[in-house]
C-alpha cells in the first residue's frame, strides 16, 4: 500500500495525491456477494470488502496487491481486544479482490450488531497483544517516496453496524505532515548544493495508538530519549526534490521567523515528512539547514501544533542577511559577577544571568539564562534558558550541568509560569537576533560580540559582583565601603577587630551608619527595604534561607545550597559590648526603621529558612546593595 499523504494537491515523480481519506465498505450479504456471486470463496453471511475512495477522487489504485489491513469486528458496544470476534484479522488485497486468511471473506457472527475497527498498516502481533496501545515509531530516514509513505498510519471505525447492511468505513490519516516549501529571495533555477541537507529536529516520534479511537498518545520523554538517545537528535531526513521551474510558492498565513541563510544563489526546493501529532514550542528549533558546511536553525517565533490528518505549510525566505550574532558561552566567568551584558560593538544586544527559576514544569533550577537588551532596559519576558544545572554539588561547590535533553526552555517573568523546560542537549552557544528572540545556535562562527560584567563600585573603590534574583538584581557580596558617596568617613566593624575578615564577611554596620541622610550607596543603588527582602523571600519559598546561603564556611553545610547565586554568608553580628555568631548566624539591616530600632533579617546555619527581628541602632550587621530599575546595568559602557 502507498496511500497518499495530504490535504492539498501536490505533483511529484511518482503520483498524485488528491485527496486525504480513503474508504473500505463492509458488506453483509445474505444471499450472494458482490460482483454477483462471481467472487471466489463468497458464501452467504460472510463479511466482504471492497476498496472505494471517499468522494471518488483518485488516480489509479490506492492499494496494491499484497497490501494487507487489520480487522477488529466487536459485539456491540464492545471495543477492540484479543479475544474479540475478528481480533486482527489481516485482510489481503490481491489487485483486485480482498479476503481473510483461506482466500474467502469472514462469516457474520450470528444476527448481533457489529462494531467494527481497522487500521493499516497490518501488525500480526496484536492478534494476543492489546489493540489499545498499538506501538508506532515514526523512522528518521524518509528520503525516499517509499520510506516516507512507510511513516503513514490509516485509521477508521463505525459502531453499531446491523445485519445486512453495507458500511462505508473511512479511513482517516493519523499522522501529522510538514511540507517545507524553501523561496529564494535571489534568482530561482540552481541547483542544491552538494552536501547541502535539511532536516527536522527537536520532534518526539514514537507512540502508542488506541484503534479504539485513533487517538495518539506519546512516549514520555524519557522513554523518548532513552531509546533516541536524545529528543534533539532524532532527525528526519525528508522527501522531496528540487524543481527547476523557477516557481514561486505562495507565502503562508503563519507569521514566522524567515530562515536565514548565507549568500548563495538562488534556488527553490519543496520537502515533505510525515511526522508525529504535537506541539512545537517558540524557540524550539524545527529545522537545520547544512549549507556550505555551515548549520543554520529555523525557530518558530510562536506556538503551534502538528496535527493529526492536517499538512503545516511552511513557507520559509531564504535572505541574504548574515544568520544573526552567536555568542559563546563558554567564556564567561561567573565567578566575576552573575550578570553579564553582551555588546555588538558598542551597542547591547543582550544580557546573560545565571540564576535561580522557578516553572511549573521543572521547579528550583539554576540555569543560564539570555535576554534580549538595549538601552532601555532588559526584556524580561525574552528569556531563553541555554543550560540548566544539576541540583547535586560538585567538589567545588559549583552545580554540575545537567546531561538531560533539558535546556533551551523558556523563560518569562510576565507570565505565570515564568519558566518552562526546554528539549535541548546543553546549549553551548546562543544565537542572538537583536530585538527579536534568542535561539539555541548550531553555526560555529564567531562574531563581533564582546562581554562585560555586571558589577557596582563604592566610594572606596570596592567592586561587587551582581546577582539577578526574579527581576531585582543584588549584590552577590557584604558591602566593605568606609565611607559616604559624599565623602564623608565612619567606622564600621570588623568581626573581632580583625581586618582578614572584612576581605570575606565585609564590615558590620551600626544602625547609625545605615539610617544616616547621607548617601551610603551610589545611586541608583540602596540598602533594601523590609519589603523588599519579603518579596525576595516569598519568590524563594520554600526553603528560602538554604537557597541564598553560600555553600561554604557555615557550620552545618547541609542547609545551604546557593542555589540563586547570592552567597550569603555567616558574618555574624556586634551589639554595644561584644561579636557573636561568626560561621552560625548572617544578621543584615533593612532600609526599615522605626524610632531607634532597625528590622533586619537573619539566616542561621541549622535552618532552611530566614526570620526577620528589630532592634536598636547600637547593634552591627552585614549590608547588602539592590537595584530595581532593569534599565542601570544597561547602560555600561562597552568598554
Same mark, same amino acid.
Given at each position: 500500500m502507498k496511500p497518499k499523504y495530504d490535504t492539498i494537491t501536490i505533483i511529484n515523480k511518482a503520483r498524485r495525491l488528491t485527496t486525504l481519506c480513503l474508504a473500505l465498505v463492509f458488506?453483509?450479504?445474505?444471499?450472494?456477494?458482490?460482483?454477483?456471486?462471481?467472487?471466489?470463496?463468497?458464501?452467504?453471511?460472510? !463479511?466482504?470488502?471492497?476498496?472505494?475512495?471517499?468522494?471518488?477522487?483518485?488516480?489509479?489504485?490506492?492499494?496494491?496487491?499484497?497490501? *494487507?489491513?487489520?480487522?477488529?469486528?466487536? &459485539?456491540? $458496544?464492545?471495543?477492540?481486544?484479543?479475544?474479540? +470476534?475478528?481480533?486482527?484479522?489481516?485482510?489481503?488485497?490481491?489487485?483486485?479482490?480482498?479476503?481473510?486468511?483461506?482466500?474467502?471473506?469472514?462469516?457474520?457472527?450470528?444476527?448481533? #450488531?457489529? #462494531?467494527?475497527?481497522?487500521?493499516?498498516?497490518?501488525?500480526?502481533?496484536?492478534?494476543?497483544?492489546?489493540? =489499545?496501545?498499538?506501538?508506532?515509531?515514526?523512522?528518521?530516514?524518509?528520503?525516499? *517516496?517509499? =520510506?516516507?509513505?512507510?511513516?503513514?498510519?490509516?485509521?477508521?471505525?463505525?459502531?453499531?453496524?446491523?445485519?445486512?447492511?453495507?458500511?462505508?468505513?473511512?479511513?482517516?490519516?493519523?499522522?501529522?505532515?510538514?511540507?517545507?516549501?524553501?523561496?529564494?529571495?535571489?534568482?530561482?533555477?540552481?541547483?542544491?548544493?552538494?552536501?547541502?541537507?535539511?532536516?527536522?529536529?527537536?520532534?518526539?516520534?514514537?507512540?502508542?495508538?488506541? @484503534?479504539?479511537?485513533?487517538?495518539?498518545?506519546?512516549?514520555? /520523554?524519557?522513554?523518548?530519549?532513552?531509546?533516541?538517545?536524545?529528543?534533539?537528535?532524532?532527525? @528526519?531526513?525528508?522527501?522531496?526534490?528540487?524543481?527547476?521551474?523557477?516557481?514561486?510558492? $505562495? =507565502?503562508d498565513e503563519l507569521d514566522? /521567523?524567515?530562515?536565514?541563510?548565507?549568500?548563495? %544563489?538562488? +534556488?527553490? !526546493?519543496s520537502l515533505a515528512a510525515i511526522v508525529m501529532p504535537q506541539a512545537v514550542q517558540t524557540g524550539v528549533p524545527l529545522l537545520k539547514v547544512t549549507l556550505d558546511g555551515n548549520d543554520y536553525m529555523f525557530i518558530p517565533t510562536e506556538d503551534f501544533s502538528l496535527k493529526r490528518g492536517v499538512t503545516l505549510n511552511l513557507n520559509l525566505t531564504l535572505v541574504n542577511q548574515p544568520p544573526g550574532l552567536v555568542l559563546d558561552l563558554d567564556q564567561i566567568d561567573w565567578s566575576a559577577s552573575r550578570v553579564w551584558n553582551v555588546y555588538n560593538g558598542t551597542t547591547i544586544v543582550a544580557q546573560v544571568c545565571r540564576e535561580y527559576l522557578q516553572g511549573s514544569t521543572a521547579p528550583d533550577v539554576q540555569a543560564v539564562v539570555v535576554y534580549l537588551a538595549d538601552q532601555n532596559g532588559v526584556d524580561f519576558s525574552s528569556g531563553f534558558a541555554a543550560r540548566i544545572y544539576q541540583g547535586d554539588?560538585?567538589?567545588?561547590? *559549583?552545580?554540575? !550541568?545537567?546531561?538531560?535533553?533539558?535546556?533551551?526552555?523558556?523563560?518569562?517573568?510576565?507570565?505565570?509560569?515564568?519558566?518552562?523546560?526546554?528539549?535541548l542537549a546543553p546549549v553551548r552557544k546562543v544565537a542572538i537576533d537583536p530585538g527579536v528572540g534568542i535561539y539555541g545556535s548550531y553555526n560555529a562562527a564567531s562574531f563581533n560580540l564582546t562581554l562585560?560584567?555586571? %558589577?557596582?563600585?563604592?566610594?572606596?573603590?570596592?567592586?561587587?559582583?551582581?546577582?539577578?534574583?526574579?527581576?531585582?538584581?543584588? %549584590?552577590?557580596?557584604? /558591602? =566593605?565601603?568606609?565611607? +559616604?558617596? &559624599?565623602?564623608?568617613?565612619?567606622?564600621? /566593624?570588623?568581626?573581632?577587630?580583625?581586618?582578614? &575578615?572584612?576581605?570575606?564577611?565585609?564590615?558590620?554596620?551600626?544602625?547609625?551608619?545605615?539610617?544616616t541622610p547621607q548617601p551610603l550607596l551610589p545611586s541608583p543603588w540602596r540598602v533594601p527595604l523590609e519589603t523588599d527582602y519579603d518579596a525576595m523571600v516569598a519568590y524563594l519559598q520554600p526553603m528560602a534561607g538554604s537557597k541564598i546561603k553560600a555553600n561554604t564556611l557555615w557550620t552545618d553545610l547541609s542547609m545551604s545550597n546557593d542555589v540563586t547565586g547570592f552567597r550569603m554568608l555567616p558574618g555574624g553580628y556586634y551589639d554595644d559590648r561584644n561579636y557573636y555568631q561568626l560561621g552560625n548566624i548572617a544578621y543584615w539591616w533593612t532600609d526599615t526603621y522605626n524610632g531607634f530600632e532597625g528590622i533586619y533579617y537573619i539566616a542561621n546555619s541549622n535552618t532552611a529558612t530566614v526570620s526577620k527581628g528589630a532592634v536598636s541602632h547600637d547593634y552591627a550587621m552585614s549590608v547588602r546593595m539592590l537595584l530595581t530599575d532593569k534599565s542601570v546595568l544597561t547602560k555600561i559602557p562597552a568598554d
Open positions: 458488506a453483509l450479504l445474505f444471499s450472494g456477494c458482490v460482483k454477483n456471486d462471481q467472487q471466489k470463496g463468497c458464501t452467504s453471511n460472510s !463479511i466482504v470488502i471492497a476498496p472505494v475512495i471517499a468522494q471518488g477522487r483518485v488516480t489509479g489504485n490506492n492499494f496494491d496487491p499484497g497490501d *494487507e489491513i487489520g480487522i477488529y469486528a466487536v &459485539n456491540y $458496544p464492545g471495543v477492540p481486544s484479543a479475544d474479540n +470476534y475478528a481480533a486482527n484479522i489481516p485482510y489481503n488485497f490481491n489487485g483486485i479482490d480482498w479476503a481473510a486468511p483461506g482466500g474467502a471473506p469472514l462469516p457474520w457472527p450470528g444476527s448481533n #450488531n457489529l #462494531n467494527l475497527y481497522a487500521y493499516w498498516p497490518f501488525k500480526p502481533d496484536l492478534t494476543t497483544g492489546n489493540p =489499545r496501545a498499538y506501538d508506532f515509531t515514526i523512522k528518521p530516514d524518509q528520503s525516499t *517516496e517509499d =520510506r516516507y509513505l512507510d511513516n503513514d498510519f490509516l485509521w477508521a471505525s463505525a459502531t453499531d453496524v446491523p445485519l445486512g447492511t453495507a458500511v462505508p468505513l473511512q479511513f482517516m490519516h493519523n499522522m501529522a505532515r510538514v511540507q517545507i516549501n524553501l523561496v529564494s529571495a535571489f534568482d530561482a533555477g540552481a541547483n542544491w548544493p552538494a552536501g547541502a541537507e535539511i532536516v527536522i529536529t527537536g520532534l518526539l516520534n514514537e507512540m502508542t495508538i488506541d @484503534l479504539y479511537d485513533g487517538s495518539i498518545t506519546p512516549k514520555t /520523554l524519557a522513554t523518548a530519549q532513552q531509546v533516541n538517545k536524545a529528543v534533539d537528535s532524532t532527525t @528526519l531526513v525528508l522527501n522531496g526534490m528540487l524543481t527547476n521551474d523557477n516557481t514561486v510558492l $505562495p =507565502r514566522i /521567523l524567515p530562515l536565514v541563510l548565507k549568500p548563495a %544563489t538562488g +534556488y527553490d !526546493i554539588k560538585n567538589g567545588s561547590g *559549583e552545580y554540575d !550541568i545537567n546531561l538531560q535533553s533539558v535546556h533551551g526552555g523558556s523563560v518569562d517573568f510576565s507570565s505565570s509560569t515564568l519558566y518552562q523546560q526546554g528539549t562585560k560584567a555586571a %558589577t557596582v563600585s563604592d566610594y572606596d573603590g570596592n567592586t561587587y559582583p551582581v546577582v539577578k534574583i526574579n527581576q531585582w538584581y543584588w %549584590t552577590a557580596s557584604n /558591602l =566593605r565601603t568606609t565611607h +559616604y558617596m &559624599n565623602g564623608n568617613s565612619f567606622n564600621p /566593624l570588623s568581626y573581632n577587630g580583625n581586618p582578614a &575578615n572584612v576581605g570575606v564577611y565585609g564590615y558590620l554596620y551600626t544602625g547609625y551608619i545605615v539610617y
